[in-house]
């Protein structure tokens, strides 16, 4: 039995689907590991995080939740 257009349609795009879920759940799980760093930063008497930086003023964290920003923006 021929299948109809809509299942054929279906059946190509399950594949794409499957890998779209995967990159998200990937992304989901990289942005996860981000926020258990922040959490885990020290904290001042008010409970901002205090986010140390280097003598040329760059910070580590920062750039990366930045580089995973621009990676990611859809």
Same mark, same amino acid.
């Given at each position: ?24 759940? =990937? ?6 590991? *981000? &926020?258990?760093? #922040? /959490?885990?930063?020290?904290? @001042?008497? %008010? ?5 140390? =930086? ?6 580590? *964290? &920062?750039?990366? #939740? /930045?580089?995973?920003?621009? @990676?990611? %923006?859809?």
């Amino acid at each position: 039995m021929a299948l109809d257009p809509a299942q054929r349609h279906q059946i190509e795009q399950d594949p794409i689907t499957a890998a779209w879920e995967a990159e998200r759940l =990937a992304v989901c799980d990289n942005a996860i590991a *981000l &926020l258990r760093e #922040i /959490a885990d930063l020290e904290t @001042d008497d %008010d409970g901002d995080v205090i986010l140390g =930086a280097d003598a040329n003023g760059h910070n580590d *964290l &920062l750039s990366r #939740i /930045a580089a995973f920003l621009a @990676d990611h %923006d859809q």
